[in-house]
């Protein structure tokens, strides 16, 4: 992976320039070599280096301060053990190293054939040529020692070349293998990550994460290494979140911690009958703790009192006057509508002793006005005929 030199355009002092640059070989290998020369470089440069017992090709990938700052680091120190650039790479030497890297595939697929046939238990992960072809370095990784003694003789006989065995963690496999991760991106190992720290479990923990071997394992086996950059921003927000050593006591039962939101500060709680989950704030839950603590329960997770609930009769007691208010009217005027109880009965208005006169006192029949004893139907006129001429007639009005 190229590194971007943010020291780059600043001007520096020539005479105090740091003469270490950093060369990246296959896969992201990366070392430090002394440019004793003083050669003119630029980042990307095809470089011929001193190797033990021959030469090797790179490429510059950092100069200048921040090689300096890489060294201090990774703790390696400015002394005499570090190797020295020997020049730019021509093009004749770009050429022949096409021509040696081409055997590391075929070396590869044989050495694994002779792995199997030796019956060790290791696994050969990549091959390396140097660019003399007098050299090549074998990358294996394996669990436990592997006397390989008798391997490197045979390897050294086919391949007429010095061998090299490095072990290398089941990480920096991956780095060199390369690979795109569940994120979409390529493998930090294998662009930017060189310093592989310890992975536990408990970070997943601290997380919220579910504990899912396949979900929490990256391509190597382990741990994805990616679960340790957020970490530290986690765990200063668990700070600020109580410790729930067992469930919380309330008059309605015990609930239980089902789910917490570290950023959010949200807590669900729910009950071993019911299958709802309840959120509540950080303060809620110290305010529970804090009650449970002196030996007190709160009536529900919200409410420490439930409010005094009011009888349903209290509530309709103003419509119960009511209705009994104008029941009493009602039967009132039925009572009224219904007229006086008379002993002789048929007669609904006046009292009558011989039945059948609807209006008026009668002691015979058929007069349905006033009272009489006979056909007369109006007035009382006990000699029958015209009732009109049974008045005195007024004086001048005689006909």
């Not at 790179?58 to 200048?64: A, C, F, T």
């Not at 990784?141 to 010095?162: C, H, P, Q, T, Y």
């Amino acid at each position: 992976m190229n590194v971007f030199d943010w020291l780059s355009n600043m001007d520096m002092p020539r005479e105090d320039k740091f003469n270490i640059v950093e060369v990246r070989f296959k896969n992201g290998r990366k070392e430090f070599f002394v440019n004793s020369e003083k050669l003119s470089l630029t980042t990307g440069d095809a470089v011929v280096i001193e190797v033990p017992s021959g030469h090797h090709i790179g490429h510059v990938s950092m100069q200048g301060e921040l090689v300096r700052l890489q060294m201090q680091k990774k703790k390696i120190a400015n002394d005499g053990e570090i190797k020295k650039v020997y020049r730019l790479a021509h093009q004749k030497d770009l050429e022949k190293f096409e021509e040696v890297k081409k055997r590391e595939l075929p070396t590869l697929y044989r050495t694994r054939e002779i792995i199997r046939d030796l019956k060790l238990e290791m696994k050969l992960s990549d091959v390396e040529y140097q660019a003399d072809n007098a050299k090549a370095t074998f990358f294996y990784s394996a669990d436990d020692r592997v006397d390989f003694r008798e391997l490197i003789k045979l390897l050294a006989g086919e391949f007429k070349i010095r061998v090299e065995m490095r072990q290398i963690s089941l990480r920096q496999e991956a780095g060199r293998l390369g690979g795109i991760g569940v994120c979409g991106r390529e493998l930090c190992c294998s662009t930017w990550l060189s310093d592989f720290k310890n992975v536990a479990t408990s970070a997943a923990r601290y997380q919220n994460l579910s504990l899912n071997p396949s979900k929490l394992s990256g391509q190597c086996g382990r741990l994805k290494c990616c679960l340790n950059y957020e970490l530290e921003t986690y765990m200063e927000a668990l700070e600020h979140i109580p410790k729930i050593e067992g469930p919380l006591l309330t008059e309605k039962g015990e609930a239980t911690l089902q789910k917490t939101d570290i950023f959010r500060k949200i807590m669900w709680f729910g009950f071993a009958a019911e299958n709802t989950w309840y959120p509540l704030n950080v303060e809620r839950v110290n305010q529970i703790l804090l009650l449970n603590r002196e030996g007190k329960k709160p009536a529900n997770l919200d409410l420490d009192v439930l409010a005094e609930k009011i009888p349903l009769e209290t509530l309709n007691s103003d419509l119960t006057r009511m209705d009994q208010k104008f029941k009493g009217k009602s039967k009132k005027r039925k009572k009224k509508k219904g007229g006086d109880n008379s002993p002789g009965g048929g007669s609904p208005r006046g009292n009558d002793g011989g039945g059948g006169s609807p209006r008026g006192n009668e002691s015979g029949g058929g007069n349905p006005k006033g009272n009489s004893s006979g056909g007369n139907t109006r007035g009382n006129n006990p000699g029958g005929g015209n009732p009109n001429r049974n008045r005195n007639p007024k004086p001048g009005n005689q006909r």
